[in-house]
């Protein structure tokens, strides 16, 4: 069993700041790949940012310059650090994790999870 457990989300001023939190636990062997995907209503769901476990980073367009992706490998933790935030951010993010979980004795199995999504809203 696999968790997903986002925080941070909420209501801000366009301008200002907020820090995502997304934590995985259970079953898990190794991390392969962490993001954060967002949907606003009536959208579809889109790459924000993706962080691999070497550090490497990507972001979409939309983003660069104002949001950082950062993660902490030993408590399978992946932040998202918004600035600057429009209103066009406003959507809810959701966690993404590329892992490998524990799949009986001696095997393992890659997934592709999905955190349940935190709120963001930016809005004078």
């Known amino acids: 069993q696999v968790q997903l457990v986002e925080s941070g989300g909420g209501f801000v001023q366009p301008g200002g700041s907020l820090r995502l939190s997304c934590v995985a636990s259970g079953s898990i062997f190794s991390i392969n790949n962490m993001g954060w995907y967002r949907q606003a209503p009536g959208k579809e769901r889109d790459l924000v940012a993706t962080i691999t476990s070497g550090g490497t980073t990507n972001y979409a367009d939309s983003v660069k310059g104002r949001f950082t992706i950062s993660s902490d490998n030993a408590k399978s933790t992946v932040y998202l650090e918004m600035n600057s935030l429009k209103p066009e951010d406003t959507a809810v993010y959701f966690c993404?994790?590329?892992?490998?979980?524990?799949?009986?004795?001696?095997?393992?199995?890659?997934?592709?999870?999905w955190g349940q999504g935190t709120q963001v809203t930016v809005s004078s």
């Open positions: 993404n994790a590329d892992l490998m979980v524990l799949a009986g004795i001696g095997a393992l199995r890659r997934i592709f999870y």
